[in-house]
């Protein structure tokens, strides 16, 4: 079945620097990367997703990029906030019906 | 919006004690998931059904059961509660789809057994 490893586990930026978290993924049939964002206390919501047919995708200072060769995938975000604070988890899937496999999770922190 | 709605935050059990969490969802969805979350081990799917009366197994289902009578209407049960199922407790639906789509999460029910 599909593994799906994050990296890394914790990420301290300044505030208005980037931040990069990476994932890689086993299952070449994978076509569907999604990403998460849960605050605190609060529960995972969908902020990008990439489909296999693409190699990039930006919604203002986010963006995800999927090298699909090297089973790869990673979430930029630019011009941080003390609000982009949370946990980030990255997942995979390789049909409509089959269950999202997610990576452990990475804990941002934003320093103003 | 989608609204998924988890019947209790936070619980107390004791060891041995049987354990319901609800979960109901509004927009009509197929597949509803169950994940435990902890800290460094991520989303850990217990269970997951595609339609009513179904069920599959997921990557931890040892001591939990599930049942779904009701399209809406999702229930995670710990017949025999235990120190090592103290955890958060995700619950998820997501339509029905030959291309994946959005996972829409409750807000959790944190459990502890004492």
């Known amino acids: 079945g599909e593994n799906v490893e994050q990296h890394p586990s914790t990420l301290s930026v300044q505030e208005g620097d980037s931040a990069v978290i990476k994932c890689t993924y086993s299952d070449s049939a994978s076509n569907y990367f999604p990403w998460y964002k849960q605050e605190l206390g609060k529960r995972p919501q969908l902020i990008i997703d990439i489909r296999s047919n693409v190699g990039e995708k930006k919604d203002q200072r986010i963006a995800v990029t999927l090298n699909k060769t090297a089973k790869h995938f990673s979430l930029h975000i630019t011009e941080t906030q003390p609000e982009d604070s949370a946990v980030y988890f990255c997942a995979a899937i390789n049909s409509g019906n089959t269950p999202l496999v997610f990576g452990k999770g990475t804990r941002l922190s934003v320093i103003a | 919006d989608v609204k998924v709605t988890q019947s209790s935050r936070y619980l107390v059990k004791r060891t041995g004690e049987k354990v319901f969490l609800e979960c109901v969802q509004d927009?009509?969805?197929?597949?509803m998931f169950w994940y435990r979350q902890d800290p460094g081990l991520g989303l850990r799917l217990i269970y997951f059904?595609?339609?009513?009366?179904?069920?599959e197994k997921g990557d931890i289902p040892e001591g939990y059961s599930v049942s779904r009578e009701k399209k809406e209407r999702f229930s995670l049960i710990l017949e025999s509660a235990s120190t090592n199922q103290t955890s958060m407790y995700l619950c998820?639906?997501?339509?029905?789809?030959?291309?994946?789509?959005?996972?829409?999460f409750g807000e959790g029910s944190r459990l502890t057994v004492l």
């Open positions: 998820a639906s997501r339509e029905l789809g030959r291309r994946a789509g959005e996972l829409f």
């Open positions: 927009m009509d969805h197929e597949n």
């Open positions: 059904s595609y339609d009513v009366k179904m069920k």
